[in-house]
């Protein structure tokens, strides 16, 4: 492009949109996140030949063919080392992962683990439905006990995973929440993700409607939400109910939250918790949070504070100064002998 071009049209959510049918069941929570991205991308400025979304395997990974950018959909749980060796390749590529509940954290999850630990610079969007739906029900790692399905009939005795507290265990540096159909927190979190440098993971709560329907129906049931949301914002407290007169507070002398209601046995604005993305403590606890004794915690639970610590970064400023040492030559270190000697680097 010259100075002499017309300035490029700004882009719209068709530009996002491919040409391939979307073959979701009706009613699937995906259509509703895929809307929320591409109405959200135009937003950020982004270019689409910039942009390329990852996926593994499942109902979710289907993603990049309804996204008029480049896409990988790749193997079962290998997405992250695909999206890390594509940042890798190119820092300046927009990199987006898809992934849900079974391929991220079953045979994913060692993967997962991984790229969070890193913290390479790309947005990770993990469907989280409860059940396997591309394979017709089984549970997942984040079925609850009890859950039957064709692999458990008697019921899962298995302990579910918490995916928000799961990253925060692997050591992710941005941690957030959604919910499908609440479009408007959903890009906002997303956004968020997105400005952050790293890796920025967002957990949505996805309708199957198939094989494990309403399973989050009790807190995203319109008539009862205001009472089993929180939604976060950094230095404001922690409110909700329909008045915004109840809230969280940890109990005294303790490292443990309660809900507590404003003007009950003296409970002021005081004593709410105030909250702070950049508290890794209390992020852990608000994912842990359940109805109904709790709310569930949306928005970014955890933002961590410092500077720019991206994977890609510190790789290829290792590669910047081994290349300074001066270049080898592979072809005589293959015909030097039978041992190679690795010598330390020298000590001052």
């Not at 925060?168 to 929440?177: A, D, N």
């Not at 309660?258 to 403590?281: M, Q």
Request: aromatic share 8%.
């Amino acid at each position: 492009m010259t100075p002499l071009d017309p300035p490029s049209p700004p882009l719209t959510r068709k530009d996002f949109t491919s040409d391939q049918e979307v073959r979701w069941c009706p009613g699937c929570g995906d259509y509703a996140i895929l809307a929320a991205v591409q109405r959200m991308l135009p937003d950020l400025g982004v270019r689409k030949e910039n942009t390329v979304f990852v996926s593994g395997i499942g109902c979710s990974s289907r993603f990049p063919y309804y996204m008029d950018t480049y896409g990988f959909h790749t193997i079962h749980g290998r997405a992250p080392a695909v999206a890390t060796g594509i940042k890798l390749a190119n820092q300046d590529l927009d990199v987006w992962m898809i992934t849900g509940d079974g391929d991220g954290l079953s045979i994913g999850g060692n993967h997962l683990m991984h790229v969070l630990r890193r913290n390479v610079n790309m947005q990770l969007i993990l469907f989280n439905n409860r059940i396997y739906g591309l394979t017709k029900g089984q549970y997942s790692p984040t079925s609850l006990v009890g859950k039957r399905s064709p692999s458990t009939p008697m019921g899962s005795i298995d302990n579910p995973l918490i995916p928000a507290a799961f990253a925060l265990g692997c050591g992710g540096r941005f941690v957030g929440r959604a919910i499908d159909t609440d479009a408007k927190n959903l890009v906002a979190t997303l956004k968020r993700a997105h400005e952050f440098v790293g890796t920025g993971f967002v957990e949505v709560y996805q309708n199957c409607p198939v094989f494990n329907d309403a399973a989050f129906e009790h807190f995203t049931a319109r008539e009862i939400a205001a009472e089993t949301q929180l939604h976060l914002e950094h230095g404001k407290p922690m409110r909700f109910g329909k008045d915004h007169t109840r809230g969280l507070r940890l109990k005294p002398g303790q490292l443990e939250l309660e809900v507590v209601t404003l003007g009950e046995y003296g409970v002021t604005e005081a004593d709410i918790l105030v909250h702070d993305e950049h508290n890794h403590t209390m992020a852990y606890l608000l994912a842990t949070l359940e109805p109904p004794t709790f709310p569930v915690a949306l928005g970014v639970l955890y933002r961590a504070p410092g500077p720019d610590a991206s994977f890609e970064r510190g790789m290829h400023e290792q590669n910047r100064q081994a290349r300074a040492k001066g270049v080898g030559d592979i072809n005589a270190l293959m015909r030097k002998g039978h041992t190679w000697l690795v010598e330390p680097e020298p000590t001052v």
